[in-house]
C-alpha cells in the first residue's frame, strides 16, 4: 500500500519531491522495525504498540523530536489515507501524542557580518563566482527556500519591474521584489551565462559549472563556504539566509504581515518566531525614542 500512497501524494495531492522522499523513508524504516523488532509484516497489521515501541527506538538513538514528529506526521498521512482507502477503521497513529519540543530560536547573521560577507566576494567575471554570488544575494535578499531557489526558472525573473515569481510550498506562487544590487547581480549573472556557457540546454536558473540544473549540496556548499569567512555559527545553511532576512527586515521595522508575505508563510505564527530576536533592538529603539528613556540617558551623560 506504500506504493500506493506515494502515488497518491505525487499525482493528486501534487506534493513536492522532498516530501515525498522523506514519507518514502521514514515509512521504509518503520517496515523495518515492525519486521525486525516486532514481527510484523504488512503495514496494516500494525498497532499502537508497534508505533510506541519505535518512538522509544528513535529516542533512544537520540533522534531529535522534532524528527521524531516528522516521522509520525508521515506515518499519520500514511494510514488516514488506509482509512480512506477502506482498508482499516482506525489509525494506530491517532493516540500517539506528538513529542515536546524545545523551542530554538532561529539562526541569523549579524548585519555587520553579512556587510563583510558581500565586501569580501571577489568580483571576479569567472562564471563560478558570479553564481555564487547570485546565489547568497538571492537567499539573504528575498528570504526563498531552498527548494525554491533550485525551482526558480530564467523567466521567472522580470529585471524591469524587479521581481521575481517564486513557487513555494503547496504550489502557492507569490512576487518578491528585487533591490538593485540583486538587480546588477542578475544582469552579471546572465551575461556570464552568453559567454561562458553560449550551449545551454537546461531552463533552470541557478546552474553548475557545466551548465546543468544545480542541486542542493552544491548550494549548501556555497553557502558554508562564504558563511565560514564571516561567522562563528555552527550553523551555516541557506535556511539561516532565510532567518537573517526576516529578522533584519524587522530589525529595520518591516511589518510582520508583510514578512509573513514574502517568506511565503501560510500562517502568522510562523513568522512571529523572529519577533524573538529582535528583542534587543526593540530595546535599543525604545532607550533612543521614549522621552523618559531618553531623558535619563541624557542626564547620565
Known amino acids: 500500500m506504500t506504493t500506493f500512497f506515494l502515488s497518491h501524494l505525487r499525482h493528486e495531492k501534487r506534493t513536492s519531491k522532498h516530501t515525498i522522499l522523506a514519507y518514502e523513508n521514514d515509512l521504509r524504516q518503520f517496515s523495518g522495525f515492525a519486521l525486525k523488532e516486532r514481527k510484523t509484516e504488512n503495514l496494516i497489521d500494525c498497532t499502537k504498540s508497534d508505533i510506541r515501541a519505535w518512538v522509544v527506538s ?15 506526521s508521515s506515518l499519520r498521512a500514511f494510514y488516514q489515507f488506509l482509512i480512506r482507502e477502506g482498508k482499516i477503521e482506525d489509525s494506530p497513529v491517532a493516540a500517539i501524542k506528538s513529542l515536546k519540543k524545545p523551542k ?3 539562526v541569523f547573521v549579524k548585519e555587520k557580518n553579512i556587510e563583510d560577507l558581500f565586501e569580501i566576494m571577489e568580483n571576479s567575471s569567472h562564471f563560478s563566482d558570479v553564481r555564487d554570488k547570485l546565489v547568497l544575494e538571492l537567499l539573504y535578499g528575498t ?27 503547496r504550489n502557492k506562487e507569490r512576487w518578491i521584489p528585487l533591490h538593485q544590487n540583486l538587480i546588477l547581480t542578475f544582469k552579471n549573472y546572465f551575461q556570464s551565462i552568453e559567454t561562458q556557457i553560449p550551449n545551454l540546454s537546461v531552463n533552470s536558473l541557478i546552474l553548475t559549472d557545466k551548465g546543468q540544473k544545480a542541486y542542493p549540496v552544491l548550494i549548501e556548499r556555497i553557502v558554508k563556504k562564504y558563511l565560514s569567512l564571516v561567522t562563528t555559527e555552527k550553523k551555516k545553511s541557506p535556511h539561516v ?61
Request: charged share 25%; no cysteine; hydrophobic share 40%.
Open 58 to 72: 528513535l529516542s533512544n538513538d537520540q533522534i531529535s523530536p522534532n524528527s521524531i514528529n516528522r516521522k509520525l
Open 143 to 169: 528570504g526563498i527556500r531552498l527548494s525554491e531557489l533550485l525551482g526558480l526558472k530564467r523567466e521567472n525573473v522580470n529585471l524591469e519591474n524587479a521581481k521575481i515569481l517564486v513557487l513555494g510550498k
Open 241 to 301: 539566509l532565510r532567518h537573517t532576512f526576516a529578522t533584519h527586515l524587522l530589525n529595520a521595522g518591516a511589518e510582520i504581515n508583510s514578512i509573513k508575505e514574502l517568506l511565503g508563510h501560510s500562517s502568522l505564527a510562523a513568522t512571529q518566531v523572529y519577533t524573538h530576536n529582535s528583542v534587543s533592538k526593540l530595546k535599543q529603539v525604545y532607550l533612543q525614542a521614549h522621552p523618559r528613556a531618553r531623558k535619563l540617558t541624557d542626564d547620565l551623560k
Open 104 to 106: 530554538r530560536l532561529p
